[in-house]
């Protein structure tokens, strides 16, 4: 490297300034770091943005309204709902053209199967009229159709139709909160019709008390492995880990056989006479079953993160405790514990988040009254093939979780978690 004159810039050997040569070499550093994650950023982008993006999307997206039958939902800008009375000739005339395209193209049972989530009979509406629409006179448009089907003068299925015009709707949002859109505004549906409210009411219960299940199961289990001779402890960790061997739906399955009324655990309690043959105990297809099942599939994610803080708690300190007078709860609750609250932390956002979006246990175990909403999203995509009222649950699943673990942020402090 050449030395620095009086007013010039410090050069390298072959004459470049140093500073321009550093950034060059800084560039290459990036530019290779970047090379080495692209893989993972590329794997995130496609597994986990664009789904969540695709999901955002497909919540307020309600497009096939209008590109369906464009020429209807521009006549009825001007078409008042509370005037009481059904659209006039108009717009049954540009109803008219627009389904005669529609019927070309096998579009109309699409729209009538998407306002069909929104009023009941709007499909059988649009197929019966897709049938007959080409058989229509040039006249008396208004006529004809309601003569086709009567629900055509009927102003509520035309103030649907008029709601879900624009391109973008909330209205499955409201769906997710059992609200609706009326003509005086949007208000909650009656008592009965309510459900997934209750849903989300459930399972947060459910994941709240399986996260402290696991808990007060996995704490003790924890202090064990981690205070017992390492030999000892690795045979009881592969007990613990042994579960992950096994697929997810076969100890699902066990447990339904273990906890049906004729099954083994019932048939053990009759036997030693705690309960008799008539009055079995009923847990399977209700809540009970659900946190049992899966209590036990997530209990292995509660004791890692316990284990591997545990050990690396000096026993000095508790012995230094009780040298100072402190008995063995005094040295455990004021010495030890509060050196396990990272572990405890972790675990619990493991079990909890875990918890909170199963599907499979739910579904083989919990009945009626033992499904989580993630059970409600998936009948949304795989049955009813509402999936914008999938997406919709599914956002606010995600803003749910998203919220408790702010909370969790304030009152614990996502600091304190540690896996080890």
């Not at 994610?301 to 284990?307: A, E, S, T």
Request: charged share 15%; with cysteine.
């Amino acid at each position: 490297m050449s030395e620095a004159t009086s007013n010039g810039p410090v050069l390298t050997q072959d004459g470049v300034p140093l500073k321009t040569s550093l950034a060059k070499a800084l560039r290459r550093e990036k530019l290779r770091a970047f090379l080495l994650i692209a893989p993972l950023l590329v794997f995130i982008l496609i597994t986990f943005v664009l789904p969540i993006g695709d999901m955002l999307w497909r919540s307020v997206e309600n497009g096939i309204v209008r590109d369906t039958i464009p020429h209807t939902i521009e006549s009825l800008a001007d078409w008042d709902p509370a005037s009481g009375e059904t659209p006039g000739e108009a717009t049954f005339a540009a109803l008219h053209v627009d389904l005669l395209e529609a019927t070309k193209e096998k579009t109309h049972t699409r729209l009538g199967s998407r306002l069909n989530y929104e009023i009941s009979g709007a499909s059988s509406m649009f197929r019966k009229t897709g049938r007959r629409v080409k058989k229509m006179k040039d006249e008396n448009f208004k006529e004809q159709f309601i003569k086709v089907d009567k629900k055509w003068g009927d102003i509520e299925y035309w103030r649907t139709i008029k709601q879900f015009g624009p391109r973008y709707t909330g209205g499955y949002f409201l769906n997710a909160l059992d609200a609706e859109s009326t003509a005086g505004g949007v208000s909650f549906k009656p008592e009965d019709e309510r459900i997934y409210l209750f849903l989300f009411q459930r399972t947060i219960f459910l994941s709240v008390s399986i996260m402290l299940s696991c808990l007060l199961l996995g704490y003790p289990i924890a202090f064990l492995l981690a205070n017992l001779p390492v030999k000892t402890s690795n045979i009881l960790m592969i007990l613990v880990l042994l579960p992950f061997w096994t697929s997810l739906l076969v100890r699902t399955s066990a447990w339904k056989v273990l906890l049906q009324q004729q099954g083994v655990i019932n048939d053990i309690l009759v036997w030693v006479g705690l309960v008799n043959d008539a009055g079995r105990l009923v847990m399977i297809n209700n809540q009970t079953g659900t946190i049992i099942a899966m209590t036990h599939i997530l209990l292995p994610f509660m004791i890692l993160p316990l284990f591997s803080v545990m050990k690396t708690i000096s026993p000095t300190y508790v012995r230094a405790a009780k040298s100072m007078g402190a008995n063995d709860w005094t040295a455990f609750w004021r010495v030890y514990f509060p050196q396990t609250i990272p572990g405890i932390g972790a675990g619990s956002i493991l079990a909890f988040i875990l918890s909170i979006g199963f599907y499979i246990t739910p579904e083989l175990v919990g009945g009626t009254s033992g499904i989580f909403i993630s059970n409600r999203i998936a009948y949304h995509i795989s049955s009813s093939l509402n999936w914008g009222l999938a997406a919709a649950l599914g956002v606010m699943l995600l803003v749910m979780v998203i919220a408790l673990f702010y909370v969790y942020d304030k009152i614990v402090g996502i600091d304190n978690v540690k896996l080890g």
